[in-house]
């Protein structure tokens, strides 16, 4: 029998009322503040968002990656991911996790999967909420109440008001405390001081470095100044230590497949969005992974097996892709040769024949023969399970999750799958699979049907 080993992880979660609470703020500040005390720090991000990661990577060099219970839907899948990647690389001192939409908020109405109370229940997280209280006066203690109550676990251990007046703020913090019995940990003051809307979904252009520098020191600075960081510190100190099988650790990701494959993944500033967990599962499936840029190469290596094209914001970036003609042509003959594309959202536009933007077509890659354009509003949003119409990499009855969020659209999306929305059970046709292709709008989280990467990974072995 396996033995049950504990970790004793200090780690905290900073989540929120609602979106928009200001959870961001404080996680972003509170990154900044503990690497300049000299913390080993690791960050984490719950739901399905690409985004944060990447940018506590790129701006504070933390190491990140996402939590998600609707893709590891687990509590024995979420305390291994946990564990590992605080455990993997260098050693750390603290955790900390940022939370998605409103606390108790997950894939439905009707039950809190998804949502980060469930991460942090899986990982017994202490919670700080963050509540944005503008223009409230004490009708904030029957809000809070509420969502202590439901706080089965115990687990809020402090608030942080935001948009609130310094005045007032010292009038009603010890008013909450004797009241709801909960530590006040600070305020973020009355007015929104500083933001990240200027950032485009997380990616930062070198043309706007200074500015979100300069964001980023107001944001640190409020946060310094109104905020109990050391009480923080403590709270993630009595963190209870998380037991798990050590076979269970061992076996992050299930080895299938002995031979070697070689993977080139698309990664540049056009190309970045990855879960962690992906490119882990492809590597102990036995693939060797390397990286190159669509933006600046110009061919693709001819012993390459397998090419992953990512999303990102090829939009951002659609004169320089198609000016590149080399790369263009050579992905093209790659895909002749027989070499395997896998492709989501941005990675998928890249392969139509072409992007519209500003009323001028740029060419693409035309392996689909496809014209992606701006429609201007949320296209398709929200958790996915998809099914293989064609039975080459998911067989009958199975299906693999994902994830689509973007604004663009194609007038060809492929019909070789189908797509059933979690939360209202919506079903529609998408991806382009065949021998040699698996392209479609939907971000794929391969955990959740390692048979597929194995089946992608041993194609002509």
Known sequence: MAELKKYNINRIMIAGIKSGSGKTTLTVALLDILKKRGMKVKSFKCGPDYIDPIFHETVFGVPSKNLDTFFTP???????????????????????????????????????????????SFLDCPIILVADVKGMGRSMIPMLSGFLKYDTSDLIKGVVLNRISDNYYEKIAPVLEEELGIRV???????????????????????????????????????????????????????????????????????????????????????????????AMLEDHGARIGFFSPLRDESIDTDTDVIIFGGGYPELFVKRLSDNK????????????????????????YLQKSIEKDGREYEMCNIFDGVCRDMKKS????????????GIFIPEGESIKGHEFHYWDCDKNGEDAKAVKVSSNVVYDCCFISERCFAGFPHLYYPSNPWAVSKILSRNL
């Open 74 to 120: 687990s509590k024995e899948g979420i305390r291994k991911s946990f564990i590992w990647e605080m455990e993997s690389g260098n050693e750390s001192d603290i955790a900390v996790i940022e939370g998605v939409m409103g606390l108790y908020d997950g894939v439905s109405p009707t039950k809190d999967e998804g949502s980060s109370y469930e991460v942090a």
């Open 185 to 279: 940990l600070g305020h973020l003051g009355a007015e929104k001081k500083a933001g990240l809307e200027s950032r485009h979904l997380g990616l930062i252009l070198p043309e706007h470095e200074e500015a979100v520098k300069e964001k980023l020191g107001l944001m640190t600075e409020m946060v310094s100044g109104g905020i109990d960081i050391d009480s923080i510190v403590k709270m993630s100190q009595r963190a209870p230590s998380l037991a798990v099988f050590e076979d269970v650790t061992e076996d992050l990701r299930v080895n299938y497949l002995t031979g070697k494959r070689k993977v080139l993944v698309a990664r540049d500033e056009a190309f970045n969005f990855y879960y962690k967990d992906n490119l």
């Open 326 to 349: 080399a790369m263009l042509e050579s992905t093209h003959e790659a895909y002749d040769r027989g070499v395997m594309l896998l492709a989501e959202c941005g990675g998928f536009m």
């Open 379 to 390: 296209v398709r949003f929200g958790y996915i399970e998809i099914y293989d119409k064609t």
